[in-house]
């Protein structure tokens, strides 16, 4: 065996912990007070959630422009087809015809107005499911 792997010298690592808040700085005055070597750690640490907070404040943003399909999230077709069952009270032609109508056009509404997926920031958002359920309560 070569005699470089052959070797009494140990070696640490030193591992140190993330500071809950940032430590101070060391008396510019006083010089025998050494900075903590945490400060390194908690400014990248600090910078690093700061990074992370930029690029989720446009998905927050993005998700709030689902809210205008609310009436859509409320929808329920079986209640909707609650009164149109009724043997006894059968709606006219014109009503069903213009309630086929209606769905049928927010049918495409939504698969038009929703994309099959979106990049927002570094993410890039799968609305398929989203677009694809919401808009099957009309079908």
Do not use: C
């Not at 329920?76 to 709606?91: A, V």
């Amino acid at each position: 065996m070569p005699h470089f792997f052959k070797s009494n010298v140990k070696m640490y690592l030193k591992a140190i912990d993330l500071p809950e808040y940032r430590p101070e700085e060391p008396d510019p005055n006083n010089k025998s007070e050494l900075p903590d070597e945490r400060i390194w750690l908690y400014d990248e640490y600090d910078k690093l959630r700061n990074s992370i907070t930029k690029i989720i404040e446009p998905l927050e943003q993005y998700i709030a422009t689902y809210a205008k399909y609310e009436k859509e999230y409320q929808f329920n077709p079986t209640k909707e087809m609650e009164p149109m069952s009724d043997p006894e009270n059968w709606p006219d032609v014109e009503t069903l015809k213009g309630q086929i109508i209606f769905h049928r056009k927010e049918f495409d509404r939504l698969n038009s107005e929703i994309p099959e997926e979106i990049i927002v920031s570094v993410f890039k958002i799968s609305t398929k499911v989203i677009r694809d359920n919401l808009a099957a309560k009309h079908a």
